[in-house]
């Protein structure tokens, strides 16, 4: 036989190797090799590829030991196969040398279960779902400050409508004081010609209170509340009437106490008797306190 075409010889190698090592032996022949589990590898000779030349030290010999070398080839592979597949999670090859079929299925089956799209992964990653590599579009805005505009008031709270993305503990939303001024309950305290009804200056405890002499039924309250947690809040106790947080914003770092954070609160008090109202500090101190209708 001819062969001058050194791919045609590998793959003509391949072909044969893979086709003999389902063969087994039952007597030795003229060529015999085992493998470490028993299989043995007979041959009642040798095949012989000739390239044409004088020289037979050029001619490929294929023998038992070939088929040997082959078998033992296929088979490490297939189990570093198995061994990186079962590092998977949703993966589990239990046989001691896997098929080909059960092979390909595990790396079919890797991505079982993914269904996430661009818009869940962030701008810029990559992800393995189902059979396509995708990368995604998420806004990235960790440890950044991201603006917006979009506030409104929901009863007794303020919602802020942000930019779609991902957040973690150090973004920030910043909303303009401009804006915030302009919410229908700031903006009727900051227009309305109401007049200061009490005030008190900061507190030694945790309590202190202003008296509505004016005897205003409805009215609002302003309350500064000073701590080194910028946790601390104020809550207040109108008897006969009710009251309501309708502000809490915390704006930085009190100049008078180093330090420490300043909580601003507003709180809308209705059926407001005449008489004493109390204002409790949670943790820290009241700075101020103006009651205004």
């Given at each position: 036989?001819?062969?001058?075409?050194?791919?045609?010889?590998?793959?003509?190698?391949?072909?044969?190797?893979?086709?003999?090592?389902?063969f087994y032996s039952g007597y030795a022949a003229a060529s015999e090799r085992s493998t470490a589990d028993g299989i043995r590898y007979n041959s009642q000779g040798k095949i012989v590829f000739d390239n044409s030349t004088e020289d037979s030290a050029d001619d490929v010999i294929f023998d038992a030991g070939d088929f040997l070398t082959i078998d033992k080839m296929v088979t490490d592979g297939k189990i570093n196969l198995k061994t990186e597949l079962n590092k998977y999670d949703n993966i589990e090859i239990n046989d001691d040398i896997p098929g080909f079929n059960m092979l390909a299925e595990a790396i079919g089956a890797l991505s079982d279960g993914t269904d996430a799209a661009a818009e869940n992964i962030l701008s810029g990653k990559k992800a393995l779902v189902g059979k396509s590599i995708i990368t995604g579009s998420m806004a990235d805005h960790s440890g950044t400050s991201t603006s917006t505009s979009q506030i409104k008031?929901?009863?007794?709270t303020a919602e802020i409508t942000i930019p779609g993305g991902y957040y973690d503990e150090d973004s920030k939303i910043t909303v303009p004081i401009d804006v915030i001024k302009k919410l229908p309950?700031?903006?009727?305290?900051?227009?309305?010609?109401?007049?200061?009804?009490a005030s008190n200056g900061a507190n030694s405890g945790r309590t202190f209170t202003l008296n509505n002499g004016a005897a205003r039924t409805k009215a609002y309250l302003v309350v500064e509340v000073v701590d080194d947690d910028s946790k601390s809040n104020a809550s207040v106790s109108v008897p006969g009437g009710s009251c309501s947080e309708i502000l809490n914003l915390e704006?930085?770092?009190?100049?008078?106490k180093s330090g420490y954070y300043t909580n601003f609160q507003v709180f809308e008090l209705i059926n407001l008797p005449a008489g004493i109202i109390t204002i409790n500090c949670d943790v820290g101190y009241g700075k101020c306190a103006v009651l205004i209708g």
């Open positions: 036989m001819n062969i001058n075409n050194s791919n045609v010889i590998t793959a003509i190698l391949c072909t044969v190797a893979l086709s003999a090592a389902s008031e929901n009863g007794s309950a700031i903006e009727d305290i900051l227009n309305s010609s109401m007049t200061v009804l704006y930085g770092s009190s100049s008078s």
